[in-house]
């Protein structure tokens, strides 16, 4: 990149592709597990989202960290609103994972 600085004429400073590809080699995601993983611990579901389209982006994160069910139950749980917490202690502990989300499904439609 240095090297750059002393030539004007590069492709890389005339050329927006050329730009681009340059920079995501020198900046781009080291560890896409580990950013999965930390997608994950951040994400939250606003009240004023539906879960069906919270669960599209959710599941995305998910693949790319390979975890088991039960971790991503417990992830789910913790990026849920609490208004559909409230209403989850109300109602039946889900056996699975598949369970817990078709439930949620019906809370928040």
């Not at 005339?14 to 580990?34: G, H, P, R």
């Not at 599941?59 to 990026?79: D, I, P």
Request: charged letters at 15%; one cysteine or more.
């Amino acid at each position: 990149m240095v090297l750059l600085w002393f030539n004007l004429n590069s492709l890389v400073l005339s050329n927006w592709q050329a730009f681009a590809q340059e920079f995501l080699s020198k900046f781009d995601v080291f560890d896409t597990i580990a950013e999965a993983k930390e997608n994950l611990f951040n994400f939250w579901m606003h009240n004023d989202k539906r879960f069906i389209t919270f669960i599209v982006h959710f599941k995305k994160e998910a693949y790319e960290t390979s975890w088991s069910h039960n971790t991503l139950w417990s992830a789910l749980c913790c990026t849920l609103p609490q208004c559909i917490k409230d209403i989850l202690c109300l109602a039946l502990k889900q056996p699975n994972y598949n369970g817990y989300k078709a439930l949620v499904t019906q809370i928040n439609q």
